[in-house]
């Protein structure tokens, strides 16, 4: 089993503070992505990336930044952290050929205050 | 726009019933997946159904593309089945939209 590995698992923060979501994978996946839970909503995309040092901006990018140093890191970056950005993020990553299946961290629950 | 429609919003069964969610989509996919969800837990991929029907244990999943729907059907319901199950479709190869979920409650 993939294994998906995001740090811390909670945080809180102050609003302008920079907050930095770290996500760790194995098995050598090549696609990694960000999401974001709100209470009671499905996820939302953030940013992914397939390859290493090229990351590409999902359903609602503003006010995130993500990087992607190497093919196991995968780092998800609020500059200036606000209000509205208090939710569950979570990482994920994917296998190829014929299952494509997507594999989950257990999240980061962010609280800004 | 909510491209991925889940219904009901919530369930609650009593244990041994059997269970079927609704998931339809707003634009063609050739991709579905779904997912089961513990409160505060992880996303786990449950069964990966472009088309056609899949069954993994009590779980059963019919999508059918052209009508852009997906249905997931779980049977003889376990208390520990308890939780939201999401659905996800792909029409680009490496975007996943997420459906809000539906929210299963087993009783015993």
């Known amino acids: 089993e993939a294994a998906v590995t995001q740090s811390p698992r909670s945080k809180v923060a102050v609003t302008g503070g920079k907050v930095t979501l770290s996500c760790h994978q194995t098995n050598n996946h090549d696609y990694m992505y960000w999401y974001r839970q709100d209470t009671g909503h499905g996820l939302r995309l953030i940013h992914y990336?397939?390859?290493?040092?090229?990351?590409e901006k999902g359903d609602i990018p503003d006010g995130y930044k993500a990087s992607r140093p190497s093919q196991e890191n995968f780092s998800l970056i609020l500059e200036l952290a606000s209000l509205s950005q208090t939710a569950v993020y979570f990482c994920a990553s994917r296998t190829g050929g014929d299952s494509e299946r997507l594999f989950f961290g257990h999240g980061t629950k962010l609280s800004v205050l | 726009e909510q491209q991925v429609q889940q219904s009901p919003a919530s369930l609650v069964l009593q244990e041994a019933e059997n269970a079927e969610l609704q998931c339809s989509f707003s634009i063609f996919t050739n991709q579905v997946q779904w997912f089961y969800q513990r409160p505060g837990g992880r996303l786990v991929s449950l069964l990966y159904n472009p088309s056609g029907t899949k069954q993994s244990g009590r779980l059963t999943s019919t999508t059918v593309i052209k009508e852009r729907r997906s249905s997931l059907h779980i049977s003889s319901s376990q208390i520990t089945d308890s939780g939201t199950y999401l659905c996800?479709?792909?029409?680009?190869?490496?975007?996943?939209?997420f459906g809000s979920g539906t929210k299963l409650t087993v009783e015993p």
């Open positions: 990336s397939y390859v290493a040092d090229s990351t």
């Open positions: 996800a479709m792909e029409p680009n190869y490496n975007v996943l939209y």
